[in-house]
């Protein structure tokens, strides 16, 4: 079974931010770059399945050269290919993102898509449902457990009153949560092996996005809390401090 993992590049959260003069961007000043985690899950998850049932997978991504590294991270964990689909910079809107791995994506004839439900950075949470859209096929998200048998899938998605089971056909495309199961850490020998495979970089053209990030703003510094003692009026002075020290964005 030939699977495709879209991977994302998102800054590590450990990561001190700092904004671009502008305040439209992050810039890369002291910025680690990481496989967006639930991505990396999608990874496990597609390596496992190759296992069990043969074929390849594929890992794509869209970004700049920066991305490169993402790709040879996931090539050591074990994935078979990488494709780059390279433009000058990372892509704000998700609609762009979806449009062009999708076009990728339907020319390989992939029988299961897999990615992260959500990338860390932007939180968007689309290019998946875009992806089961644009390539008219079934879409889960939010997946914590997901086996596949005869061209069948079935899919465990955690919902506030316990568990739905979605069942279908592939293709498939699948929104894997970091939950369903820890990544490997990529061994030496992997890791190697990785260096040696080629990355195969295709040239992609953006169309207008129709997302515009006016600004940016980083998250104001705690300030120190207040320890209040239970006793009759509590409640009146703790929704007072909550409506004079709250922001809310």
Aim: glycine share 8%; hydrophobic share 40%; with cysteine.
């Amino acid at each position: 079974m030939n699977i495709a993992v879209c991977v994302k590049q998102t800054p590590d959260t450990e990561s001190k931010p700092i904004l671009s003069p502008d305040h439209r961007q992050i810039s890369d000043e002291g910025i680690v770059w990481i496989i967006n985690p639930h991505d990396e899950s999608a990874i496990e998850v597609a390596i496992g399945l190759r296992d069990q049932l043969g074929g390849l997978v594929t890992l794509i991504s869209v970004g700049p050269n920066q991305v490169e590294s993402a790709l040879r991270q996931g090539l050591a964990m074990g994935a078979d290919e990488a494709i780059q689909l390279h433009c000058s910079e990372m892509p704000i809107d998700q609609k762009m993102t979806a449009e062009v791995l999708a076009e990728k994506i339907r020319s390989l004839g992939c029988e299961l898509v897999l990615t992260g439900e959500v990338a860390i950075d932007g939180c968007g949470s689309q290019v998946p449902q875009r992806l089961g859209v644009l390539l008219d096929c079934p879409c889960v998200t939010g997946v914590e457990e997901l086996s596949i048998d005869s061209g069948q899938f079935t899919a465990r998605q955690p919902v506030e009153q316990g568990d739905k089971i979605h069942a279908g056909s592939l293709p498939s495309v699948i929104g894997i949560n970091r939950r369903i199961m820890e990544p490997r850490y990529p061994s030496f020998k992997g890791i190697m092996k990785a260096k040696r495979k080629a990355i195969h970089k295709e040239e992609v053209l953006l169309n207008s996005a129709d997302l515009l990030i006016e600004s940016l703003m980083l998250t104001p510094k705690k300030s120190g809390g207040k320890v209040v003692e239970y006793q009759e009026g509590t409640a009146e002075e703790v929704v007072k401090y909550l409506q004079t020290h709250t922001t809310v964005f």
